[in-house]
């Protein structure tokens, strides 16, 4: 795709003059939603060729995974790094395409990617008239189409909302064997990726005071039993049918205006910095299937990590396939963290990058 060309740095310096080397680059823009980072790769990607969106992610896949690697991982990102690439979308409503990585590979939806993509592309004049109070950008996630609407007055964006693809509960009450604890009881719940739900007490552990490490593992220990012990499905795709994660929470399911916290473990222990803009959506799915939420109650949601919030609210009920659905907005704020370009030395051994753990 063609680069987004950077000339000064506020109009005060000129940006550092990339170093003489034989190799590829990268230029990013980076920001965070809530904490959680969203490194858009903005030039020295190759269009990823496919008819759809999910056919251009199974390409990045297969084809593309060593500039994943690079963007990621450490020497340039880190273990918990997430990022976004924009395509070309095949549906006539949509603005842009987007793909997003992580640590593992490629998701399918990402609620804080949304938010910050949101005033990325009117920051940037990927809309050609932004209106004021808001912005509508339609985005074509791997899971469908998303709406994002994007604060914006005298020319500065601010928050952004949006509306993810139908939200539904997969299935309740759902016991697993998890090694060292015995049978677990989860829920699991779409909010465009499938995630498992489990109160931390379970455990023994608290989502705002324990330590990262101990929600992590336990985290992993319920995904890997729902792998291995629930067969998945999605009515839509079968691209979308595998758990992304499991999210921890503090129980407090039934509504109320006080704050309800969780933590968000997804692809290879990735932690989740914000609430987790798909995981809200999933939750809200799931309290209103229970009948803890009505439509339009709006909840808060705070990361067990940062403390950030996010809000959602069940807004309308829809079907997906045979599932019964409801669209769900979530609320957030994204900021800027930095621009970069990141070189490749052709003799670099390290160039592909590499994680620690």
Same mark, same amino acid.
């Given at each position: 795709?063609?680069?987004?060309?950077?000339?000064?740095?506020?109009?005060?310096?000129?940006?550092?003059?990339?170093?003489?080397?034989? #190799? %590829?680059?990268?230029?990013? *823009?980076?920001?965070?939603?809530? #904490?959680?980072?969203?490194?858009?790769? $903005?030039?020295?990607?190759?269009? +990823?060729?496919? =008819?759809?969106?999910?056919?251009?992610?199974?390409?990045?896949?297969?084809?593309?995974?060593?500039?994943?690697?690079?963007?990621?991982?450490?020497?340039?990102?880190?273990?918990?790094?997430?990022?976004?690439?924009?395509?070309?979308?095949?549906?006539?409503? /949509?603005?842009?395409?987007?793909?997003?990585?992580?640590?593992?590979?490629?998701?399918?939806?990402?609620?804080?990617?949304?938010?910050?993509?949101?005033?990325?592309?009117?920051?940037?004049?990927?809309?050609?008239?932004?209106?004021?109070?808001?912005?509508?950008?339609?985005?074509?996630?791997?899971?469908?189409?998303?709406?994002?609407? *994007? &604060?914006?007055?005298?020319?500065?964006?601010? +928050?952004?909302?949006?509306?993810?693809?139908?939200?539904? /509960?997969?299935?309740?009450?759902?016991?697993?064997?998890?090694?060292?604890?015995?049978?677990?009881?989860? =829920?699991?719940?779409?909010?465009? %990726?499938?995630?498992? !739900?489990?109160?931390? #007490?379970?455990?023994?552990?608290?989502?705002?005071?324990?330590?990262?490490?101990?929600?992590?593992?336990? +985290?992993?220990? *319920?995904?890997?039993?729902?792998?291995?012990?629930?067969?998945?499905? @999605?009515?839509?795709?079968?691209?979308?049918? !595998?758990?992304?994660?499991?999210?921890? $929470?503090?129980?407090?399911? %039934?509504?109320?205006?006080?704050?309800?916290?969780?933590?968000?473990?997804?692809?290879? %222990?990735?932690?989740?910095?914000?609430?987790?803009?798909?995981?809200?959506?999933?939750?809200?799915?799931?309290?209103?299937?229970?009948?803890?939420?009505?439509?339009?109650?709006?909840?808060?949601?705070?990361?067990?990590?940062?403390?950030?919030?996010?809000?959602?609210? +069940?807004?309308? &009920?829809?079907?997906?396939?045979?599932?019964?659905?409801?669209?769900?907005?979530?609320?957030? @704020?994204?900021?800027?963290?930095?621009?970069?370009?990141?070189?490749?030395? =052709?003799?670099?051994?390290?160039?592909?990058?590499?994680?620690?753990?």
């Amino acid at each position: 795709m063609t680069p987004l060309l950077f000339t000064d740095c506020r109009g005060a310096m000129e940006c550092p003059k990339l170093p003489p080397h034989a #190799g %590829a680059v990268l230029s990013v *823009v980076d920001m965070h939603t809530a #904490g959680e980072p969203l490194r858009i790769i $903005t030039g020295g990607y190759p269009d +990823a060729p496919g =008819d759809t969106v999910l056919a251009k992610r199974r390409y990045a896949r297969e084809h593309l995974d060593h500039l994943r690697k690079v963007v990621m991982r450490e020497p340039r990102g880190h273990g918990d790094m997430y990022g976004a690439v924009l395509v070309k979308s095949e549906l006539a409503a /949509a603005h842009l395409g987007v793909l997003f990585m992580h640590n593992e590979g490629y998701s399918t939806m990402c609620g804080h990617g949304v938010i910050a993509l949101g005033r990325f592309a009117v920051d940037y004049g990927l809309v050609k008239a932004p209106t004021s109070p808001e912005t509508q950008i339609n985005m074509h996630c791997p899971c469908g189409l998303v709406k994002a609407f *994007v &604060e914006y007055s005298n020319g500065k964006t601010g +928050a952004v909302r949006f509306h993810s693809v139908p939200a539904f /509960a997969f299935a309740t009450d759902v016991k697993v064997t998890v090694p060292g604890c015995g049978d677990v009881v989860v =829920d699991i719940s779409y909010g465009g %990726a499938l995630y498992a !739900f489990v109160n931390a #007490g379970t455990f023994g552990l608290d989502v705002t005071k324990s330590r990262t490490r101990d929600l992590v593992d336990a +985290a992993i220990a *319920v995904t890997k039993a729902v792998k291995s012990q629930v067969k998945l499905h @999605h009515p839509v795709s079968e691209d979308l049918a !595998f758990l992304y994660g499991t999210i921890l $929470t503090d129980g407090k399911d %039934a509504f109320t205006d006080e704050p309800t916290a969780n933590v968000c473990v997804f692809a290879d %222990a990735q932690v989740d910095r914000s609430p987790t803009g798909s995981g809200v959506t999933a939750r809200i799915a799931l309290q209103y299937h229970k009948g803890l939420i009505q439509l339009n109650q709006t909840r808060s949601f705070c990361s067990g990590t940062t403390g950030a919030m996010f809000t959602g609210k +069940a807004v309308q &009920e829809t079907t997906c396939g045979d599932f019964q659905a409801v669209v769900v907005e979530v609320s957030g @704020h994204a900021h800027y963290s930095g621009v970069a370009c990141f070189t490749l030395e =052709d003799e670099d051994p390290l160039q592909s990058g590499f994680l620690l753990r």
